[in-house]
Nanobody
């Protein structure tokens, strides 16, 4: 089993920055990819960024240059970070950490609210 716990969300003014963290624990040794998704009210959940265990990254085209994903690996625990810069009100959403382990797994989500 794996568990994902996000933290770091909150309220920030437009133009500000925020860094989200996700602890992925449990049977992490065979996890190859971790990612961040977001879901705004009335919208579908969408990919923000993903990263493989060897550091290859993939970003939503509209977020390239503003968001940076990174990982830190340790025994029985991985951490994945999402640095968000130059935030805009349209970035307001619940942000979810996710990985694939016997199917896609999700964290509980963390709210990010960007005020104008």
């Amino acid at each position: 089993q794996v568990q994902l716990v996000e933290s770091g969300g909150g309220l920030v003014q437009a133009g500000g920055s925020l860094t989200l963290s996700c602890v992925v624990s449990g049977s992490v040794f065979n996890i190859n990819e971790m990612g961040w998704y977001r879901q705004a009210p009335g919208n579908q959940r969408e990919l923000v960024a993903s990263i493989t265990s060897d550091g290859n990254t993939n970003y939503a085209e509209s977020l390239k240059g503003r968001f940076i994903i990174s990982i830190s690996k340790a025994h029985a625990k991985n951490m994945v970070f999402l640095q968000m810069n130059s935030l805009k009100p349209e970035d307001t959403a619940v942000y979810y950490c996710s990985t694939i382990w016997n199917g896609r797994k999700w964290g509980q989500g963390t709210q990010v609210t960007v005020s104008s």
